[in-house]
């Protein structure tokens, strides 16, 4: 009995090998990115490039389908492991392209966007020239065109200057120092270092914190910096949120400050009760509200959260102080 031979592709085993090598690629950048041995330049240069090869697998197992579809024989595990391993590498650059394209280019929210918090900046964005090209073209091509789509205006719920319409200047019917203080804390609760502060030197002196934070997944880098000013009904609290790359995380800066605003809500909560703050709203009247006195109801007299400055600090010695004599 004659046998004849196996057709047997070459297209089959190469877009296995080639798939696995861009989703190799994929997975060291990423796990590289998030602990900190590349750049941001690097890791979007590495998802590129994986993707390219990954489309390559694609196709070479496309060919490998077409041609034992005509000519029969075996190969059809592995372009199907090919076809795995391709939509796998292409996923997260597929997923960080789209969330750099829908953020619209905003890298830096504040909570007043006329007079925002000092930001002493950590970093330098000229060292990623990639990612600053591929901002300005996204800022030509992508955004005017995503900005003009209803949906995506209603999605983000984003102002003409970037930010979301909940992201105000609050108020808190409580001293500066005592805002500090908390805030101070819920950075902390946060895991965010603090980096740069100016302490309430008196309970009602403006003060300021910048922390410094990373996103969850791939680890980039933002600042935050909280403002505390003296107001008629206690204290105001502005928050600045800045991103120091144009990459994006599933964290937005908008979101930072919610987590803040929420975090410090909870410290004052288990702090002084309920609390009222007030958000200020843009253009409205500054309201004249009283503030209010907090009684402390415990039977053990509370320690400051921190230590009073004072730039005078000689101490008066009795003795030698001429001071006239009361009695008689």
């Known amino acids: 009995m004659k046998r004849y ?5 070459a ?10 090598v861009a989703l190799a690629i994929t997975v060291t950048a990423f796990f590289a990115k998030r602990f900190g041995f590349i750049d941001a330049d690097v890791f979007v240069l590495s998802l590129l490039f994986s993707a390219c090869v990954a489309l390559l697998a694609f196709v070479a197992a496309v060919v490998a389908f077409q041609r034992i579809w005509s000519k029969g024989g075996p190969g059809v595990p592995a372009a199907l492991t090919a076809v795995l391993f391709a939509v796998a590498a292409l996923f997260p650059p597929t997923v ?4 750099m394209i829908t953020s619209g280019g905003v890298n830096d929210v504040a909570t007043n966007q006329v007079d925002p918090p000092e930001l002493k900046m950590q970093a330098v964005v000229e060292q990623q020239p990639f990612l600053n090209w591929t901002t300005g073209f ?4 992508a955004y005017p065109f995503l900005s003009g789509l209803p949906q995506q205006a209603a999605l983000r719920r984003f102002e003409p200057d970037g930010r979301t319409a909940d992201i105000v200047p609050r108020r808190y019917r409580i001293a500066p ?11 902390e609760n946060l895991n965010w270092t603090i980096v740069d ?11 300021r914190l910048q922390a410094e934070g990373e996103t969850g997944i791939l680890g980039l880098k933002f600042d935050v910096v909280l403002r505390i000013r003296p107001d008629s009904v206690g204290a ?6 800045r991103s120091r790359t144009s990459l994006r995380d599933l964290s937005t800066n908008a979101g930072q400050i919610r987590t803040v605003f929420d975090e410090i809500d909870r410290v004052l909560l288990e702090t002084y009760g309920n609390l009222a703050r007030v958000s200020v709203e843009e253009g409205e009247e500054e309201e004249e509200l009283p503030p209010i006195v907090l009684e402390d109801q415990r039977d053990v007299i509370p320690l400051p959260g921190f230590k009073p400055y004072f730039e005078d600090t000689e101490t008066i010695d009795p003795d030698a102080a001429d001071l006239p004599d009361l009695e008689g």
């Open 197 to 207: 502060e100016l302490p309430p030197d008196l309970l009602d002196a403006a003060t």
């Open 177 to 187: 120092g005592q805002l500090h203080v908390a805030g101070a804390k819920a950075l």
């Open 138 to 141: 996204l800022k030509e091509t």
């Open 11 to 20: 297209a089959a085993p190469a877009s296995r090998a080639i798939a696995s």
């Open 96 to 99: 960080v392209g789209g969330m």
């Open 236 to 241: 105001l609290l502005d928050v600045r949120s």
């Open 5 to 9: 031979a196996v057709h047997r592709t």
